[in-house]
C-alpha cells in the first residue's frame, strides 16, 4: 500500500515537472518582463558550443553581462519546448523583453549594423559601446 | 529452398530498413540541401558549405534570393529558409545563414 501509494506521487511529481519546463506558460515565465534572456548550451561562463558562446560574447561586448541564461543541455524538455515556442529550429535563442530576436547570426548582424545599441535601449539596457572612444567603437 | 528465399528476403529487408535509419542519423547530404533551396528560394546565388566533417548536421549557406525582397528583418527571411528545408532541419543541428536580395549582393561585391 504504501509502496504503490509513493511511486504514484513520485510519477505525479515528474510527469508534472516534465511537461512543465518545455510548455509555452512556463516559457513566457521566464522570458517576460526580463531584459534578456538567452537559452543556450553550457552556462556563460562555460559555453559548451561555439554559437551559444559567440552570443554571449556579443552581448558582454555591450556590456550585458548580468542576464538570465538558462542551459539547455540540462533540460530535455526545455531544449524541445523552446524550439517550439518559437518555431526556431536551433540554439541559441536570445529573447529581449519578452520577444524573439533571433539566434547567433541574427545577434551578429545587429552588432555589426547597430541595430543591438537601438535594441538594447527599447529594454532600457544602454550599450557600452555607446561610452567607449570612437575609435574603438 | 523456399525457406532459404524468405530468409534471405527479410535479410535484405533489414539491410534496407538499417540503411534508411543509418540515413537520418548520418544527416542531410550537401546536394539535397542545394536541391531544395534552389527549387524553393529560386535562388540567383547558392553556397552550401558542410562543416560537419562528413557527419551532414552543420551548414554554412549563402543564399541570394529575389524572394527575399521587402523582408525586413532578417530573422524574417532566416525563418523563409527554415520552411523551405523543414524537414532537413530536423537533422541538421547548426546551420549559419546569410541572406541577400540581387541588390544587396551587388552593393556587397561593391563595396
Known amino acids: ?137 | 529452398m523456399v525457406v532459404d528465399n524468405s530468409v534471405q528476403l527479410r535479410r535484405g529487408e533489414h539491410q534496407a530498413a538499417r540503411q534508411t535509419n543509418n540515413s537520418t542519423v548520418m544527416g542531410i547530404p550537401k546536394e539535397s540541401l542545394e536541391k531544395k533551396l534552389k527549387e524553393e528560394l529560386e535562388t540567383v546565388h547558392l553556397e552550401v558549405e558542410d562543416l560537419s566533417d562528413g557527419c551532414g548536421a552543420k551548414f554554412q549557406v549563402f543564399i541570394v534570393s529575389p524572394k527575399f525582397e521587402g523582408v525586413k528583418p532578417t530573422i524574417k527571411r532566416h525563418r523563409m529558409v527554415h520552411g523551405a528545408i523543414e524537414e532537413e532541419m530536423k537533422a541538421i543541428h547548426a546551420i549559419q545563414l546569410k541572406t541577400l536580395t540581387p541588390g544587396e549582393w551587388e552593393q556587397l561585391k561593391q563595396s
Not at chain 1, 510548455?23 to 561555439?50: A, H, W
Not at chain 1, 556579443?58 to 526545455?78: A, C, M, P, Q, T
Not at chain 1, 536551433?90 to 548582424?109: A, K, S, W
Open chain 1, 1 to 137: 500500500m504504501l509502496r504503490a501509494h509513493g511511486l504514484t506521487v513520485c510519477r505525479f511529481l515528474s510527469a508534472g515537472y516534465a511537461s512543465k519546463t518545455g510548455s509555452k506558460e512556463y516559457i513566457d515565465k521566464l522570458v517576460q518582463n526580463k531584459p534578456v534572456v538567452v537559452f543556450m548550451k553550457g552556462t556563460p561562463d562555460q559555453p559548451r558550443c561555439g554559437f551559444s558562446n559567440a552570443v554571449v560574447q556579443i552581448l558582454r561586448f555591450h556590456g550585458v553581462d548580468k542576464f538570465d541564461s538558462y542551459n539547455v543541455l540540462e533540460d530535455e524538455d526545455l531544449r524541445q519546448g523552446i524550439k517550439e515556442y518559437t518555431n526556431w529550429p536551433t540554439i541559441p535563442q536570445v529573447f529581449m523583453d519578452g520577444e524573439f530576436v533571433g539566434g547567433c547570426d541574427i545577434m551578429m548582424d545587429m552588432h555589426k549594423n547597430g541595430e543591438l545599441i537601438e535594441e538594447l535601449k527599447k529594454v532600457g539596457v544602454r550599450s557600452a559601446l555607446l561610452d567607449k572612444p570612437k575609435e574603438q567603437a
